[in-house]
């Protein structure tokens, strides 16, 4: 198959956990573009948690907050926002709990508590500047996504009351999930950004290491996952490579000689 891009997820793929991204990978990146081979970032991250990756690498084609937001060349091709009905629900009942929000919006992000113990752990290693959200923020701005702060079990009493949206833990163990709607994923922002490119997903490549990644993964021609995957991650892709800590996503372009 002659592959044309190569999709990449941020934290666990190119990117370790807490550090920065190594030599090898950036080379890698840089060998498929003397190639003119496309480099795309597919991450939950929102463009501004991703201004210095995207600076770093040199890629201007993304998709972030999970697929609900994407560009192509820079400029905006796709934006899909939580309905404001459903952030009402999801609101009421995490008021109920009191667990807190982050709230996700285009240009800025704010928390609903910013003391609580669940977001201190979840921003523990970022340098971000926490801000309160005031009063009805969500009302007056498109939000893309959430991350809840609660424990594993709660979330499922959140999945049962609220259907149209997906939640999915950042890490087992985290106190964390990623909250968007059950009809993005990061497969619905990449299919927008292959059909703007001219691009068929079979001559797609795509690395990732999360559950937000499964459904990119089987789009494409050929999904690797990260040998620090979860087994159902592992399950939806065509192969694995070694983690990001060794360099997964160099060895998996060299095994399928792309460099």
Known sequence: MNYKVVILDIDGTI??????????????????RDKNIKVVIATGRAPYFSNSIIHDTGVDSMVFFNGAYAYHEGKEIYKNAIEKEVLEKVLTMSHGYLHPLTFLAGTRF???????????????????????????????????QLFLHCELED?????????????RRWTSGARTCDVNLTKSNKAVGVSKLLEKMGIAPDEAIAFGDGLNDIEMLSLVGMGVAMGSARDEVKQAAKMVTFSVEEDGVRFGLERLGLI
């Open 15 to 32: 990117l370790p956990h807490g550090k920065t991204i190594s030599p090898a990978t950036f080379g890698a990146i840089q060998q498929l």
């Open 110 to 144: 704010t928390v609903s508590d910013l003391n609580h113990p669940f977001v201190t752990e979840a921003y523990m290693h970022d340098s971000w500047q926490l801000e309160l959200a005031p009063p009805h923020f969500w009302k007056d701005q498109d939000i893309y």
């Open 155 to 167: 979330e499922v009493s959140y999945q049962q009351e609220i259907p149209e949206l997906d939640f």
